[in-house]
T-cell receptor, first 116, second 113 residues
């Protein structure tokens, strides 16, 4: 199992502003992931954050909009930049104890973002 | 492109009834995982199936991996209100060496007491 915390748990933001979401895991891991879950929908991977290298973004997501930091093996941040109402979603981080991205993932509780 | 399609998308049944949720793909997967997500929480892994035709049981939940490893099903016997949640299948996907999980479209299950 794993203990993963996210801050903030929820926020309401104004259009055009930015929000940084923090993810803390309880043990050192190589791979961390950031997902978006739009209302009533499944999870969509935004990017993979590996310590010591640039994040790898999925199609449709760019670094300018979703900059990610991974300063050490237990912490990562995701920033949602220049927000619009379409960015209203739950943002989840996850990590895997396994050797690769195919293994079981442990998720944080999510950050519920509402953009007005 | 969503590689894993789940059906039904929504399901609402009475406590005590049985149900089956399906996860289908045109692609072959080396394994499939099933997660359950409750409101305000992240998904939690229920099971991983790795062999074609494999059947795994977790109390009242029975998971099956298709012989061709393109589909999976989740059967719940005598559903209880605690089974309410979003059920997600997930499979490994590799793109230019980047390993990740791709999640299915999800089935939102509501068990009515």
């Amino acid at each position: 199992s794993a203990v993963i915390s996210q801050k903030p748990s929820r926020d309401i933001c104004q259009r055009g502003t930015s929000l940084t979401i923090q993810c803390q895991v309880d043990s050192q891991v190589t791979m961390m992931f950031w997902y978006r879950q739009q209302p009533g929908q499944s999870l969509t991977l935004i990017a993979t954050a590996n310590q010591g290298s640039e994040a790898t973004y999925e199609s449709g997501f760019v670094i300018d909009k979703f900059p990610i930091s991974r300063p050490n093996l237990t912490f990562s941040t995701l920033t949602v930049s220049n927000m619009s109402p379409e960015d209203s979603s739950i943002y989840l981080c996850s990590e895997t104890k396994g050797a690769g991205g195919f293994d079981e993932q442990f998720f944080g509780p999510g950050t519920r973002l509402t953009v007005l | 492109t969503q590689l894993l399609e789940q059906s039904p998308q929504f399901l609402s049944i009475q406590e005590g009834e049985n149900l089956t949720v399906y996860c289908n793909s045109s692609s072959v997967f080396s394994s499939l995982q099933w997660y359950r997500q409750e409101p305000g929480e992240g998904p939690v892994l229920l099971v991983t199936v790795v062999t074609g035709g494999e059947v795994k049981k977790l109390k009242r939940l029975t998971f099956q991996f298709g012989d061709a490893r393109k589909d999976s099903s989740l059967h719940i016997t005598a559903a209880q209100p605690g089974d309410t949640g979003l059920y997600l299948c997930a499979g490994p996907f590799s793109n230019f060496g980047n390993e990740k999980l791709t999640f299915g479209t999800g089935t939102r299950l509501t068990i009515i007491p």
